[in-house]
C-alpha cells in the first residue's frame, strides 16, 4: 500500500483544514487501521487521531480531541482528518499511516506504511 496526504497548507489561528490521505496498491485498505501522526520541527512525532478497519471506533489525542475528527471512505481508499479551531501550536507536518492493530497503531508501534506528509502551518 502506498499513502499520499495531501491537503495541508497555510491557515490563521481559529481556522480548519481537511486533511486527507490516499491509499494504493495491491493491499485492501480496508482491512487496515488507519491513523495520523504529525512532528513539529525539533519534536517527536506523535500520534493525533486513529480510525479502525469499520470506521466504527476512533481515538484522538488529547491536544486534537474536540476539534478534530477522523474518517475514511473505504470505497474510495482514502482517510480524512478535519482539524478544527487550528491553534499554532497545530504546526507540523501530518503523516497518515496504517497498521493492523489499533492500539499498536495508536502506540506508533509495528506501522506497516507511512504516507509522505503534508505540512500545516497556523498563523497566529
Known amino acids: 500500500v502506498q499513502l499520499q496526504a495531501f491537503g495541508g497548507g497555510l491557515v490563521q489561528a481559529g481556522g480548519s483544514l481537511r486533511l486527507s490521505c490516499a491509499a494504493s496498491g495491491r493491499r485492501t485498505f480496508v482491512n487496515y487501521v488507519m491513523g495520523w501522526f504529525r512532528q513539529a520541527p525539533g519534536k517527536e512525532r506523535e500520534f493525533v487521531a486513529a480510525i479502525i478497519s469499520s470506521g466504527g471506533t476512533t481515538r484522538y489525542a488529547d491536544s486534537v480531541k474536540g476539534r478534530s475528527t477522523i474518517s475514511r471512505d473505504d470505497a474510495k481508499n482514502t482517510v480524512s482528518l478535519q482539524l478544527d479551531s487550528l491553534k499554532p501550536e497545530d504546526t507540523a507536518t501530518y503523516y497518515c499511516?496504517?497498521?493492523?492493530?489499533?492500539?499498536?497503531?495508536?502506540?506508533?508501534?509495528?506501522?506497516?506504511?507511512w504516507g509522505k506528509g503534508t505540512q500545516v502551518t497556523v498563523s497566529s
Open positions: 499511516a496504517g497498521g493492523w492493530f489499533f492500539d499498536d497503531l495508536v502506540a506508533g508501534k509495528d506501522i506497516n506504511y
